[in-house]
């Protein structure tokens, strides 16, 4: 890991979203390093996935900025870059994996040419080595090479996550956004997904920013925590800092919710 | 023909056929671009043509001789129908050989006869853009142009090949023009792709439910999409055309009888006629075929 670079891969400053007159996330400021995995919790309506489409450039804000070091080292201000460079970030350095698998696949579409659509897009004109390429990728997400050519809706909801994933980690991006990936799974899927997260972030380097409200998902997978509500970060710290010892009264109550089994 | 009296000439009147030419004119500009026009109703229906009759009745003049045709044969209703259409409202000469056309209105096929310069090929065109059935939003295809961000149409040939060996897409197999613009060659066979490539004629399309309006000028680069290791080739048959044994032309299986009898014609008609002795005719031909 020593070939990481010191400056943060991502710089949020002071993003604020209004809609309307109601407030989405106001005056968050964030950093976020390569290989780090940041947890974004709170109840829901507390301005979570606003700030992952703030970060992401998929909403625009209200104010604040966003920094983000690109590929080649240089540091760009996100809203200053052209839709096409955006566009091609989003599908080349980043990744994006939605709650609903519907979002991030195209369901009509083979599991291969869904891992093999962002290759196309960045230019590979060869079909037996994008094929190679996705059953690699399958492999890596332990979906079998037999069913590269089913369609995701004959696929189980963890199977649908995980093919998100490979459709995502095929250009190795740095910095991955998850909202609530693990979100209507069963427990033990869950923790399998969650142990591919992790592994990806151990192996490549991975960089994440995962929304949820469930604070064992960000226990086990990230390194600092962001706690949010009424759109406002209220707590921020160390994962295992803020989950054992709770300094706002919000985030007490948070933790103090959770059923012990 | 005192009808043509009645109607103004070439049907639309000249405000329209205005608005028709700027767009063309636009689409000839930037070629692949599909330009919106505010397209009329024509007295037939969506999916007979009405676009490709818009662009007709905007580029022709008096002077102008007229050929329709309708998947190859100028003898099938649509083909019928349009010729008339025109000789109604505008009184122009109207023909059935290639040669001696300057305007040639078109569904689904790129005449056999090569086209020259001065000549105009006018398309029907039912859908004319071609990431449609991957992307149903009109707002992300439009962007997707814009940003020349056409991997998707890469991930339908990789579907093709991925069910069926080979790519499967027989008809409006989709093209690049010019290095830039995906463009939907309207439903032709992709045997007539390579005649779209470096072709003397002005190529138009007119899709009249969609309203979009494109072009491709004389002598454009117009490149068939395909992966490396699956290269793009046109269909290919192997055998001639029954009535006039010409080869390495468009056929058409024709149902003979009831007992699975069946022959192989050329589609477009003209051609074929022009090469049959005694003539092909529409009336005759397929039952006069020697056993």
Same mark, same amino acid.
């Given at each position: 890991?020593?070939?990481?670079?010191?400056?943060p891969?991502?710089?949020?400053?002071?993003l604020?979203?209004h809609?309307g007159?109601h407030?989405?996330?106001?005056?968050v400021?964030l950093?976020?390093?390569?290989?780090e995995? $940041?947890?974004?919790?709170?109840?829901?309506g507390s301005?979570k996935?606003?700030?992952?489409?703030?970060?992401?450039?998929?909403?625009?804000p209200?104010?604040?900025?966003?920094?983000?070091?690109?590929?080649?080292?240089e540091?760009?201000?996100?809203?200053?870059?052209?839709?096409?460079? *955006?566009?091609?970030?989003?599908r080349t350095?980043?990744?994006?994996?939605?709650?609903?698998a519907?979002?991030?696949l195209?369901?009509g579409?083979?599991?291969?040419?869904?891992?093999?659509?962002r290759?196309?897009?960045?230019g590979w004109?060869?079909y037996?080595?994008?094929r190679?390429e996705?059953?690699h990728?399958?492999?890596r997400?332990e979906i079998?090479?037999?069913r590269i050519d089913?369609?995701?809706?004959?696929f189980?909801?963890g199977?649908?996550?995980?093919?998100?994933?490979a459709k995502?980690?095929?250009?190795?991006?740095?910095l991955?956004?998850?909202?609530?990936?693990?979100g209507g799974?069963d $427990?033990?899927?869950?923790?399998?997904?969650?142990?591919?997260?992790?592994?990806?972030?151990s192996?490549y380097?991975?960089?994440?920013?995962i929304?949820?409200?469930?604070?064992?998902?960000?226990?086990?997978?990230?390194?600092r925590?962001?706690?949010? *509500?009424?759109?406002? $970060?209220i707590e921020?710290?160390?994962?295992?800092?803020?989950?054992d010892?709770?300094?706002?009264?919000y985030?007490?109550?948070?933790v103090?919710?959770?059923?012990?089994? | 023909?005192s009808?043509?009296?009645?109607?103004?000439?070439?049907?639309?009147?000249?405000?329209?056929?205005?608005? +028709?030419r700027?767009?063309?004119?636009?689409a000839?500009a930037?070629p692949g671009?599909?330009v919106?026009?505010a397209?009329r109703e024509?007295?037939?229906?969506?999916?007979?043509?009405?676009?490709?009759?818009?662009v007709?009745?905007?580029v022709?003049?008096a002077?102008?001789?007229?050929?329709?045709?309708d998947?190859?044969?100028?003898?099938?209703?649509?083909?019928?129908?349009?010729?008339k259409?025109f000789?109604?409202t505008a009184g122009?000469?109207?023909t059935?050989?290639?040669?001696?056309?300057?305007?040639i209105?078109t569904?689904?096929? +790129?005449?056999e006869?090569p086209?020259?310069?001065?000549?105009?090929?006018v398309?029907q065109?039912?859908?004319p853009?071609p990431?449609?059935?991957?992307?149903?939003?009109e707002?992300e295809t439009?962007r997707? &142009?814009?940003?020349?961000d056409?991997?998707?149409?890469?991930v339908?040939?990789?579907e093709d090949?991925?069910? &069926?060996?080979?790519?499967?897409?027989?008809?409006?197999?989709p093209?690049?023009?010019?290095?830039?613009y995906l463009?939907?060659?309207?439903?032709?066979?992709?045997?007539?792709n390579p005649?779209m490539?470096?072709?003397?004629a002005?190529?138009l399309?007119?899709?009249?439910?969609?309203?979009?309006?494109?072009?491709?000028?004389?002598?454009?680069?117009?490149v068939s999409?395909d992966?490396?290791d699956?290269?793009?080739?046109?269909?290919?048959?192997?055998?001639g055309?029954?009535?006039?044994?010409?080869?390495g +032309?468009?056929l058409?299986e024709?149902v003979?009888?009831?007992?699975?009898?069946r022959m192989?014609?050329?589609s477009?008609?003209?051609?074929c006629e022009?090469r049959?002795?005694?003539?092909?005719?529409?009336?005759?031909g397929?039952?006069?075929?020697p056993?």
């Amino acid at each position: 890991m020593s070939a990481l670079d010191d400056r943060p891969l991502l710089v949020a400053e002071g993003l604020t979203k209004h809609y309307g007159q109601h407030i989405g996330c106001a005056d968050v400021s964030l950093d976020i390093h390569e290989g780090e995995v $940041v947890a974004v919790v709170g109840e829901s309506g507390s301005g979570k996935s606003t700030l992952l489409g703030l970060l992401s450039t998929q909403l625009l804000p209200s104010a604040g900025s966003v920094r983000y070091r690109m590929r080649d080292g240089e540091e760009r201000e996100l809203l200053s870059l052209s839709e096409a460079e *955006r566009r091609f970030l989003l599908r080349t350095d980043w990744g994006f994996v939605h709650q609903d698998a519907r979002l991030g696949l195209r369901m009509g579409v083979s599991a291969g040419g869904n891992v093999g659509e962002r290759l196309m897009a960045v230019g590979w004109r060869h079909y037996g080595r994008i094929r190679a390429e996705a059953e690699h990728w399958l492999d890596r997400v332990e979906i079998a090479r037999s069913r590269i050519d089913d369609r995701p809706d004959t696929f189980s909801g963890g199977m649908r996550q995980r093919l998100q994933i490979a459709k995502n980690m095929v250009t190795r991006p740095r910095l991955i956004f998850m909202d609530e990936p693990t979100g209507g799974l069963d $427990v033990s899927v869950q923790a399998r997904l969650l142990d591919l997260i992790r592994g990806f972030v151990s192996d490549y380097g991975l960089a994440a920013v995962i929304v949820t409200h469930d604070l064992a998902v960000a226990r086990l997978l990230s390194h600092r925590i962001v706690v949010m *509500r009424h759109g406002r $970060v209220i707590e921020t710290g160390l994962t295992d800092q803020v989950l054992d010892d709770p300094r706002e009264p919000y985030t007490q109550l948070l933790v103090a919710s959770i059923l012990q089994a | 023909m005192s009808d043509a009296a009645v109607y103004n000439f070439a049907y639309l009147d000249e405000q329209t056929k205005r608005m +028709i030419r700027r767009a063309l004119l636009k689409a000839v500009a930037i070629p692949g671009y599909q330009v919106p026009f505010a397209s009329r109703e024509m007295p037939m229906p969506y999916g007979w043509g009405t676009g490709g009759v818009q662009v007709t009745a905007a580029v022709l003049g008096a002077d102008d001789t007229l050929k329709v045709i309708d998947q190859g044969a100028d003898d099938t209703t649509n083909a019928v129908s349009i010729r008339k259409f025109f000789e109604r409202t505008a009184g122009v000469a109207t023909t059935t050989h290639t040669s001696d056309a300057t305007v040639i209105q078109t569904r689904h096929r +790129i005449p056999e006869t090569p086209l020259r310069e001065g000549q105009i090929l006018v398309y029907q065109v039912p859908i004319p853009e071609p990431l449609r059935f991957l992307e149903p939003r009109e707002t992300e295809t439009r962007r997707q &142009h814009a940003l020349e961000d056409y991997g998707l149409m890469h991930v339908k040939l990789y579907e093709d090949i991925a069910r &069926h060996g080979h790519i499967a897409t027989t008809y409006a197999y989709p093209v690049k023009v010019d290095g830039r613009y995906l463009m939907d060659p309207s439903p032709t066979p992709k045997f007539d792709n390579p005649k779209m490539d470096m072709c003397p004629a002005l190529q138009l399309f007119g899709a009249g439910r969609e309203k979009r309006i494109y072009a491709l000028p004389p002598y454009t680069r117009v490149v068939s999409l395909d992966f490396e290791d699956h290269p793009f080739e046109p269909t290919k048959f192997d055998r001639g055309c029954a009535l006039c044994g010409a080869e390495g +032309i468009y056929l058409d299986e024709v149902v003979t009888d009831d007992r699975g009898g069946r022959m192989f014609v050329c589609s477009d008609t003209d051609f074929c006629e022009s090469r049959c002795t005694p003539p092909r005719t529409a009336a005759q031909g397929l039952n006069e075929v020697p056993r």
